[in-house]
Structure formats: C-alpha cells, structure tokens
C-alpha cells in the first residue's frame, strides 16, 4: 500500500534518493541537474528537508509499505502571491516509472490540493516542458488547464515551459 509522509530530517536520506533519482530518470522536468545535486552534501538534504516545513511549503514523499525505506514518488509546493492573493506553486513533481498509472501521482496531487486548500490558496500553478507530454497529459486528467503563459526552460533554451493552472475551490 502506498503512503505519503511530508519530508523531515528523519526521512532526508529517501527524499535525497529519489530525487536523484527523478534526475536521472526525467533530467527535462526539472530545473536542477543530477550532476548538480548530487554533489550537494548530506547537511544540504537535511536544510533543505527543514526548509519544506509544511506551514509555507510542503515536500511530500510516497511510499509503497513493502519497500518503506524508499519513496517511489514526491511532489513540493510553496505559497505565492499572484494579484494578491495566495497560489501554490508546484515544483518537482515525480513518481518512480514502475509506479506510475497507480494512483501515486493523484495521491500526490490530492495531498497538496488539501494542504493549499488549508491555507487559503485559490488555485496551483505548475511549469511543465513540452517535451513531457506524459506529464502534461497526467495534468489534464488531474484537471489542470494549459495558461497560455509559456517562457524557456532554464537548462536548454531549446525546450518551452507551459504553465497550467489548477483552481482549488469556490
């Protein structure tokens, strides 16, 4: 069964390894590099594992209970300010490949509607590469629309970023 923990320093070692692992598995997702991350040291994971405190911004991590020392799936949001009110804005979104189509990617999205939800949030914005159609087409089914709003992606200006939005609530 499949579980979701927010990230702590106690479980820093699993959000270190799956996230270096998203960045080798789909380096176009994300706007850091394996290469990058990588060589970042074990006091970095656990800052960053502190930074992603829940009040402001949120790390979830997935689990599957027959292998619970490593996550099979994580997605991040912050809190920003968009015409004066509050969005989430989700970042790093990733489920392990033989994961994905079981419903890890909705827990994780629903986990962060709710926490967004809490906190007063109208809608989630997410930046998503052209070249990930898999993804986008994920983010249709979670009833994401495509903004229109577009820019380059950091790592290769090659590459288009579409924003989708996600309203949350009344």
């Avoid at 390894?17 to 991350?37: G, I, K, M, N, W």
């Avoid at 920003?80 to 989430?88: I, T, W």
Wanted: overall charge negative; some cysteine; charged content about 20%.
């Amino acid at each position: 069964m499949i579980f979701l923990q927010p990230v702590s320093p106690q479980t820093a070692p699993a959000f270190k390894e799956v996230r270096l692992r998203a960045l080798q598995d789909s380096p176009l997702a994300f706007s850091s590099t394996y290469t990058r991350e990588s060589e970042l040291p074990q006091e970095e994971w656990i800052a960053r594992s502190q930074r992603w405190d829940g009040e402001g911004s949120v790390l979830y991590l997935a689990f599957d209970d027959l292998h619970p020392l490593h996550a099979c799936g994580m997605v991040a949001c912050y809190g920003e300010q968009n015409s004066g009110r509050l969005r989430g804005h989700v970042i790093s979104m990733w489920v392990d490949p033989a994961y994905r189509r079981a419903g890890v990617g909705r827990m994780l999205i629903d986990a962060l509607k709710t926490w967004a939800s809490s906190r007063g949030m109208h809608e989630l914005k997410l930046m998503v590469t052209s070249v990930n159609q898999p993804a986008i087409d994920f983010y249709i089914r979670m009833g994401f629309l495509m903004s229109g709003m577009t820019g380059p992606y950091p790592n290769d200006a090659a590459v288009i970023e579409h924003e989708m939005l996600l309203p949350l609530g009344p």
